[in-house]
């Protein structure tokens, strides 16, 4: 009964999404303020009907009600409870309804949070949201409908997939599509704008927090898919440039631009065609993320169950998406630029050029991912793209724009002084350059990108760390100003440095990870010994271990250094019975310096019954990574406090009727 | 000319969806790697040693000189699965009597003699590979990838991905005695 309920919410949300893709828009084009205002109560409605049906699939999840497909391909009566929720989007199906779930969030949030935008802009954006609404939904509800009943239920599900039961990956989808879908609402803005034909530092100002949130959960859902890699998978690597890691990392890099943009909009009006553009892309790289993802045109270590039938489907709505859109752009954007002029040397230029920097970035993995795809295409020839193309093409497009984070925020609008920027730089690149002579010079494999990339990340922390202490008047004044100042510093120049020093912090990381990484593998047989990175493990057997859904045999590995014991490890190999497949669950001790890692397989082969795999890893500085990255999501969040964002920004002044929010 | 510039992001677009839709539409497996090379002579292969290693480079003369099957294994020290796969390969090495010949692909003398001290070296002969043209002539998609090839020449079996399992290695064991593996009696 209940998933019926949920399907014909899902059913009656299509309809309405429907009425919400038309009547707004079509109020907005004839001056009729009852219709455009019908896009809030139309969002909100639609929000609420596929709460409902979310509902109704998570509770199916719940109580195990394997009449249902989805439920009995994808859950198990033994799993544990937190499992049994995050099953509810464990499979293609139930991600897709979480997908649109957050979709019809994001447009309830602009109909609720929204009402210092102007009538007309507001209903095209909820009109354009319905757009995406219909796709989706029609999509779920003729392709791949989660409520599916199954005429013979099973007494048990056939579990989910091992690998996904845990804690990094169930949070990891949520967060992943609250930012992929997040950049949905910042394309409906674009495309309003352009339909519209007006962009101006007013629309930046509504755009900017919805681009900062969908940003701030990316980021999160990245770095936490990639902790999840890191621990679970067993081979000790944080990023493997899989496709599927690529195409949530394009609209990051994009959004990343997209973020920095609308600023130049915001408070020059300029660059507005590009953010615009920008916006487009990040949403487009999001669908294509979709794409890929569920498809299976490309090889990946981690796919959905994929089917062409989907696959044409969701392409079909890409190319409507994106083509639309951009030959929208086509038409409408030329008449778009003005506003503010600026130097050649200027914070805008600098922006700019990290922009720049960035869509290159991003079109360099663009190309990397889809590259095996067009040459088989073309030649029928298979290849892949790995991590050498990426360290050759993508990190030296990076490094630049690294330093240019730590010398923008000193840089002035309109016109600035290198010359005095530069002069005040002197001592913090001094002391980087340094810092990357010796880690070339103490680095025994003497590669030259990992000692830019330190001189780079060096840089950018200490420049970040000089601007903040310059604008409190750190040590130029009593201690007591200095506070003052910090505590009056816009949330927005906090979140910055926060985010900055981040990204300086996740380099550090991503450095000492990858070039002194230690790691072995040994045949080991109780009793025996590995040594890595001055760690000595001894290997003392192995026992076996009952989990709720699984069993598994638990290595125990003595830890020591120069003859002091430091731990014992337990990596677990685990067995999962009714989803008839393996997981390894990795052990590791972390410390600020570094992480040992630790994961086992069993025997290879039934003669060598007490010889078991040992992969030992130590990989410095590792988490660095989500050191960095939980400063810039910090960062995220403390910029989305900003006053500024809250207040609501002023009207646009030639428009008609809205006054200026009332301050709090 | 200007008016051009704007379209550039639509055309770009279209262009991927051609081949998305090339990629769904063709009738093809994205996780199926073509094995044209069974059944038909490994191809031509004349290779140096890794300068300062020691061990043998590898031609196809090496390939049938000693009539038995022999197994041809695609490294590189840079690639983590081959590290996987590393210890497996040199028990059947060691164990099996299997003969077992490595071209270094893509790799640097520095860093493939390194991983060769460091891990061991079980290979008989060792090719470098280094301009890559070697995995262009026997169209490897990626390293670890190996070869069983029979006394006569002909490639027997392709294995794609680090042989680590007990059925990756049972498949391997199996293709090479079928090609006329002599163990040794044990």
């Known amino acids: ?664 | 000319m200007k008016r051009i510039l704007w379209f550039l992001p639509l055309i770009v677009a279209v262009a991927i969806g051609g081949f998305a839709l090339w990629g769904l539409v063709a009738d093809r497996d994205p996780s199926r790697i073509p094995s044209v090379l069974i059944g038909r002579p490994a191809p031509a292969i004349a290779l140096d040693p890794v300068p300062e290693l020691g061990t043998p480079g590898l031609s196809t003369a090496d390939l049938t000189a000693g009539g038995r099957p022999v197994l041809v294994n695609f490294f590189a020290s840079w690639c983590v699965p081959c590290k996987a796969e590393h210890a497996v390969l040199s028990r059947l090495a060691r164990e099996h009597g299997v003969t077992l010949y490595g071209v270094n692909y893509k790799d640097k003398a520095d860093d493939a003699r390194r991983w060769l001290n460091d891990l061991g070296n079980p290979y008989a002969r060792i090719g470098w590979d280094n301009s890559g043209r070697a995995g262009i002539e026997w169209g490897i998609s990626g390293v670890p990838e190996t070869f069983v090839i029979r006394g006569d020449g002909i490639v027997v079996h392709r294995y794609v991905g680090p042989i680590v399992g007990a059925d990756a290695q049972q498949e391997i064991l199996s293709a090479l005695r079928e090609a006329g593996l002599k163990e040794p009696a044990s």
Request: aromatic content about 12%; glycine content about 10%.
């Open chain 1, 1 to 664: 009964m209940i998933p019926e309920v949920g399907h014909l919410a899902l059913s009656l949300a299509l309809a309405v999404a429907l009425i919400q893709s038309i009547l707004p828009m079509l109020g907005a084009s004839r001056g009729n303020l009852a219709w455009m205002r019908s896009g809030q109560s139309l969002a909100l409605v639609q929000l609420a009907l596929v709460a409902i049906a979310f509902g109704a699939l998570m509770w199916s999840f719940v109580v195990s009600d394997f009449s249902v497909r989805n439920v009995a391909e994808n859950s198990h009566s033994m799993k544990p409870m937190i499992y049994k929720i995050a099953g509810t989007w464990g499979s293609h199906e139930g991600s897709l309804l979480l997908w649109v779930l957050i979709l019809t969030i994001f447009g309830g949030g602009v109909a609720l949070f929204g009402a210092n935008i102007p009538d007309a802009l507001r209903a095209r954006t909820l009109s354009v949201q319905g757009w995406i609404s219909v796709g989706f939904l029609s999509f779920m509800l003729f392709t791949s409908n989660p409520f599916a009943r199954l005429v013979n239920p099973p007494l048990d599900g056939q579990d989910m997939n091992p690998l996904l039961q845990d804690i990094g990956l169930a949070l990891h989808p949520p967060f992943l599509y609250l930012g992929y879908v997040g950049f949905s609402i910042v394309f409906s803005f674009a495309v309003a704008a352009l339909i519209e034909g007006r962009v101006d530092p007013a629309w930046a100002r509504w755009v900017r927090p919805w681009t900062l949130a969908a940003w701030t959960f990316l980021t999160g859902g990245i770095v936490l898919g990639s902790w999840w890699a890191y621990y679970e998978l067993g081979w000790g690597g944080w990023w493997f440039w899989d496709p599927v890691e690529n195409v949530s990392f394009m609209p990051w890099l994009v959004g990343t631009a997209l973020l920095h943009s609308a600023i130049v909009v915001e408070k020059r009006d300029s660059l507005k065609s590009w953010t615009i553009l920008l916006a487009i892309l990040t949403f487009s790289l999001s669908l294509l993320g979709t794409f890929v993802v569920r498809s299976g045109v490309l090889t990946s270590v981690h796919a959905f169950a994929t089917d062409p039938s989907r696959g044409v489907y969701i392409l079909l709505l890409l190319g409507i998406a994106i083509i639309g859109s951009f030959a929208l752009f086509a038409w409408r954007a030329p008449a778009m630029e003005g506003g503010g002029l600026y130097r050649p040397v200027s914070r805008e230029s600098a922006l700019l050029i990290n922009n720049l920097l960035l869509a290159t970035g991003a079109a360099t993995v663009l190309f990397g991912t889809l590259y095996p795809l067009a040459l088989e295409a073309v030649t029928g020839e298979k290849i892949s793209v790995g991590p050498p193309y990426y360290n050759a093409a993508f990190v030296p497009v990076m490094l630049p724009m690294v330093i240019l984070a730590g010398i923008g925020p000193f840089l002035s609008w309109k016109r600035a002084d290198l010359g005095g920027v530069l002069d005040r730089l002197k001592l913090v690149a001094g002391v980087s350059l340094v810092a990357g002579i010796a880690i070339w010079a103490v680095t025994t494999e003497g590669s030259i990108l990992a000692a830019a990339s330190i001189f780079a990340a060096t840089f950018l922390l200490l420049a970040t760390v000089q601007e903040w202490a310059w604008r409190i008047k750190l040590g130029k004044a009593p201690l007591s100003e200095s506070l003052r100042r910090a505590r009056n510093l816009p949330r927005s120049a906090w979140g910055m440095s926060l985010a900055h020093l981040g990204l300086a912090v996740c380099i550090f990381g991503f450095v000492g990870s990858t070039i002194w990484k230690s790691e072995t593998v040994a045949f080991a047989e109780p009793g025996s010994t590995v040594e890595v990175a001055g760690f000595e493990l001894t290997f003392r057997g192995s026992e076996r271990v009952k989990g709720p859904n699984y069993e598994a045999i638990r290595g125990i590995l003595d830890v020591t250094r120069d003859g002091k014991p430091v731990t014992t490890l337990y990596p677990e190999r685990r067995n999962y019975t009714f989803a008839r497949s393996q997981t390894t669950e990795s052990a590791i001790r972390s410390t600020v310096l570094g992480d040992l890692y630790t994961s086992i397989r069993e025997p290879a082969d039934e003669n060598i019954r007490n010889t078991w795999t040992l992969r030992v890893v130590y990989e410095p500085l590792v988490r660095f990574i989500w050191l960095g990255a939980a400063l810039m999501i910090l960062g995220g969040l403390v910029s989305l406090s900003d006053r500024r964002l809250r207040v609501g920004a002023p009207a646009r002044d030639r428009r008609r009727g809205m006054a200026a929010a009332p301050a709090e």
